[in-house]
């Protein structure tokens, strides 16, 4: 893993919690770092709807799993996985309006000749984008199933998330607001 | 007659739909209509107040902590909470920093686009784009051979068809008048401003923790502990490392910023006469600089009259109101009154045609943005605002920066009251904070050698609080003035509203027939080609629209957004 990138892998949840299924890749890393430790070289973060504003973040990077809602085939909840040249044409499309930050900040990074050398798009199909903080069920459902696609995406990639126990996910981290939205 | 329809005008977030008639060359009627819902309020009804701004923050993805701000600000008003010295000063960085960089980045990003032509940028001559940028500063990076890499770059991605940022404008329209070489050096600050905004908006992570969205907001102060000598507090080495930051950014902002501003305007200063507007200027003032209950503010609030900059007016919040003859939603009381945000209704009432549509009505309801107005009149709000005010309220940094750009573009300050102008404001806003930032800075470094307080706890336990309060919280975000209200009943949000800066330039006509801000500015604005209307992009992207912040939902049926049709 020879790279001048001070973070191996970043894992970077996507969207936002106001709008419903829209908000599932965010809240997918808060569950990802409430069951899991988070191995060393491995940033998490909940990157909302912030679009150029990540791309610190991303360019520090030299690999990314971004996780977020992505149209796609089959039912809502069905899980997608992206890589490389699809990526880019998947948040360009504007499922969201968010998504069209995400491009910016994609192209952003291409532009400055800084993309992570590998960039994987992980998520699941939506099936309301409407206000409010509760996912669809049948999102809900899935999205455990999506927190260890993630997990094992990074293993593949070197990087293992080691579970936690029950006391250590009780315990929250200072910082940590995941509560306030009810996760 | 000429129908244009510009859907989406904002090249970052948002759902702006732009409807403008054209006649002979010029726009004669216009409506800005904001295609997604927006009921952030109904989402914080019966929540813990101190929660708020968490929820708030997430309205906005382009202004993370503009709405946590406000929020705070509206709780700490209702409960009575006094945030200490160290909190507001570290405050004030945030919104500074917040704003400098969302300027910088506005001008570079969203709005060059509208004045450089990037495909021209290819015929440039390099040696003759060094001279030029030496010409007008002495930033190091103006050498031939950077900008032969830089149109090198580009010339690879526009061959790869690789557009990105850069897709979808009007590349080779009429109106762009830049010469190639000015094309080619604004096409390369353009690509260093985002190396700049990577690095300057670092100093948030030093002020808020390490984490995209700032977590070290608090009701009642700071959640970033101060202390000298203290590892995991902000300390004499995170003061250090932000003067550093503070110092690059006032660098960038005079010696690459300033000077590209005034030199794009050189050429475009036919646009000092388009864009006006409504004339009304509406500032709530930022920057508190005492802690007392009514504190200095370094831009003063304010209202400005009919372009009148020898009458600024105190800004008095009871003259606010909302109207919704046009946007779709019902008042219990009827179509026609206003109300205050105290009393502010969010009942969505779509009346609109089922999308994808062709046009609007606009004799009816057309838009999800209110109307607000202050004492029964559209305000302006935002950078041109804040300048406007600091500028006939004596504030004699801003009045010595202004003189010095009219000056330089040899023009009078009536060319203020347009498009040019809020791009030149924005400018100098960004130059006066850059400056400002280590003064308050300084003044945190002296205050936590002696004091540590973070944090009004007195306030903390809603049992502190009477059975039912009500607070507003005003704040001057990038895009302009930003107001909270909030209503708590036993503990918890009762009440919610919003009346954030998109809603004041981007609503709809009133009752009374008033155009909103964007629609006023538009009138006279020159068209060459309704099929390419760069020129109605210019206007509202002067305004820096967001309407993601606007509004905050997504209407799902409506996939098909970025087209511009003549029906």
Redesign the interface.
């Known amino acids: 893993m020879s790279s001048d990138r001070p973070v191996p892998l970043l894992v970077l949840g996507l969207g936002n919690l106001l709008c419903g299924d829209d908000g599932l890749g965010a809240v997918a890393v808060h569950l990802l770092q409430r069951r899991y430790r988070v191995p060393d070289g491995v940033s998490v973060l909940d990157g909302g709807t912030l679009g150029l504003s990540l791309l610190p973040y991303l360019e520090e990077a030299h690999e990314a799993i971004l996780v977020d809602a992505i149209r796609g085939e089959g039912p809502a909840g069905s899980f997608v996985r992206l890589e490389g040249d699809e990526v880019a044409p998947a948040v360009a499309g504007r499922l969201s309006v968010h998504q069209v930050g995400v491009a910016d900040l994609l192209e952003g990074a291409r532009w400055r000749e800084r993309y992570p050398s590998r960039v994987i798009l992980l998520g699941l199909v939506p099936e309301s984008l409407d206000l409010g903080l509760a996912r669809t069920p049948a999102v809900e459902a899935a999205l455990p199933e999506l927190v260890e696609r993630v997990v094992v995406e990074a293993r593949e990639l070197g990087h293992v998330f080691v579970p936690r126990s029950s006391d250590e996910m009780a315990a929250r981290g200072s910082g940590d607001l995941s509560h306030v939205y009810g996760l | 007659m000429t129908r244009v329809v510009v859907d989406p005008v904002t090249?970052?977030?948002?759902?702006l739909r732009i409807e403008a008639e054209v006649n002979g060359g010029a726009v004669s009627e216009a409506w800005s209509s904001s295609t997604?819902?927006r009921?952030?309020e109904?989402?914080l009804k019966g929540r813990d107040p101190r929660?708020a701004w968490?929820?708030t923050q997430?309205?906005?993805?382009?202004c993370?902590t503009v709405h946590a701000i406000a929020s705070i600000r509206a709780v700490e008003n209702a409960i009575g909470a006094s945030p200490p010295p160290n909190a507001r000063l570290l405050r004030n960085l945030i919104i500074a920093s917040q704003c400098v960089q969302d300027h910088v980045?506005h001008f570079y990003?969203l709005h060059a686009l509208d004045w450089v032509d990037i495909v021209s940028a290819l015929s440039a001559d390099p040696a003759k784009t060094a001279s030029l940028a030496q010409s007008i500063s002495d930033w190091p990076l103006s050498s031939a051979t950077h900008f032969a890499a830089v149109q090198n770059?580009v010339k690879n991605?526009v061959e790869r068809g690789?557009l990105?940022?850069f897709a979808n404008a009007y590349w080779g329209h009429s109106a762009y008048k830049l010469p190639a070489e000015a094309n080619l050096m604004a096409v390369a600050h353009y690509?260093e401003a985002?190396?700049w905004?990577?690095?300057f908006?670092?100093i948030h992570a030093v002020l808020g923790?390490k984490?995209?969205?700032l977590?070290g907001f608090l009701v009642g102060g700071a959640?970033t502990p101060v202390d000298p000598d203290q590892q995991a507090s902000i300390n004499m080495g995170s003061i250090a490392g932000m003067r550093d930051m503070i110092a690059r950014a006032r660098d960038f902002v005079t010696r690459v910023y300033i000077p590209d501003l005034l030199a794009v305007a050189s050429f475009y200063t036919d646009w000092a006469g388009y864009g006006g507007g409504v004339g009304n200027y509406l500032v709530y003032g930022e920057y508190p600089e005492d802690d007392g209950p009514q504190p200095q503010l370094f831009f003063p609030s304010g209202v400005i009259r009919n372009r009148d900059l020898t009458a600024v007016e105190p800004f008095d919040p009871e003259k606010i109101t909302e109207h919704i003859k046009h946007s779709w939603y019902d008042y219990a009381g009827g179509d026609d009154g206003g109300l205050h945000p105290f009393n502010g209704e969010t009942r969505p009432n779509y009346t609109g045609p089922e999308p994808p549509y062709e046009r609007l009505d606009t004799d009816g309801k057309y838009s999800w943005l209110k109307s607000p107005r202050y004492d029964g009149e559209p305000m302006e709000v935002g950078p041109l605002s804040r300048m406007l005010v600091a500028y006939g309220s004596g504030h004699p940094r801003v009045q010595e920066l202004v003189g010095s750009v009219l000056d330089k573009l040899k023009v009078g300050p009536e060319v203020l009251f347009s498009t040019l102008g809020r791009v030149a404001a924005r400018g100098i806003e960004t130059l006066v904070l850059a400056e400002r930032m280590e003064g308050w800075l300084d003044e945190l470094a002296a205050n936590m050698a002696s004091d540590l307080r973070i944090h009004d706890n007195e306030k903390w336990e809603p049992s502190s609080w009477p059975s039912e309060c009500s607070g507003a919280g005003f704040h001057e975000a990038p895009r302009g003035a930003l107001g909270h209200w909030v209503h708590i009943e036993d503990g918890a949000i009762r009440n919610y509203q919003c009346v954030v800066p998109s809603t004041w330039n981007a609503g709809p006509r009133d009752a009374a027939g008033k155009r909103g801000p964007y629609e006023e500015a538009l009138l006279g604005t020159p068209v060459a080609d309704a099929g390419q209307p760069l020129e109605i992009l210019r206007t509202v992207h002067s305004f820096d629209p967001c309407?993601?912040c606007g509004v905050?939902?997504?209407d799902?049926k409506r996939?098909e957004?970025?087209r511009v049709r003549i029906p």
């Open positions: 090249r970052i977030e948002g759902h997604m819902f009921g952030v109904l989402i929660d968490a929820f997430r309205i906005c993805g382009v993370t980045i990003h770059r991605f690789q990105g940022p690509l985002l190396d905004q990577r690095e908006i670092r923790g984490n995209p969205h977590q959640a309407m993601a905050h939902v997504v799902t996939r957004l970025a």
